[in-house]
């Protein structure tokens, strides 16, 4: 996994879920800070392509409490490739613990794989409530094939501002999930 920011990243990890036989696969954080008040956690997923390895691996990140760790005090975003195509016990962690923009967006079905052809939708978002989505995307382009043989899923998300109830502030860039994106994280 790879991410690149350009914005601060403070602080970085990683977190191997490999399961034993199988192919390294892990979960990197980074935390972003986008403004004077405000940090990012952006968490980095690439799954493993067997069902029970996922079940292992969605298992053993919430056991680990890599997404509710004390020190986490803002946003958080998780994206990646998930490789789970139909809903199974890590579609149904995440969901319990945050928002889906593939339950936002239905009843559209936002495929990602393959990039040529898109058929399954491999890729997801899932961010905090604190967090607004405001839309989602592939991205589709001749640099996205080559890239990657997924396409990129775009988010904009906004959050609420501190002192205006109810007023809410675009982030200043895109989060996209994905092989291949704008904003640098990458499988």
């Known amino acids: 996994n790879l991410l690149l920011s350009r914005f601060p990243i403070h602080d970085a990890r990683h977190h191997d879920v490999s399961v034993p036989g199988r192919e390294r696969r892990g979960c990197l954080r980074a935390d972003v800070r986008i403004d004077e008040g405000l940090r990012l956690h952006l968490f ?49 962690l995440f969901n319990s613990h945050f928002e889906s923009v593939h339950e936002r967006m239905r009843p559209a079905r936002v495929t990602t794989f393959p990039g ?43 959050v609420p501002e501190g002192g205006d109830e109810g007023a809410e502030a675009p982030l200043p860039h895109e989060i ?7 904003f640098g994280i990458q499988n």
Request: glycine share 6%; net charge negative.
């Open 116 to 158: 040529v052809l898109p058929m399954l939708p491999l890729d997801h978002i899932y961010f905090d409530s604190d967090l607004k989505l405001d839309g989602l995307a592939v991205h589709r382009s001749r640099m996205a094939l080559v890239a990657s043989d997924h396409l990129p899923l775009v988010a904009d998300f906004s």
């Open 44 to 92: 980095n997923i690439h799954l493993g392509t067997a069902i029970f390895e996922r079940r292992i691996q969605a298992r053993e990140l919430f056991r680990r409490r890599v997404f509710t760790d004390g020190d986490i005090d803002g946003p958080k975003i998780v994206l990646g490739d998930f490789n789970e195509w139909k809903r199974d016990l890590a579609s149904h």
């Open 176 to 182: 996209p999930c994905g092989d291949s994106c704008e």
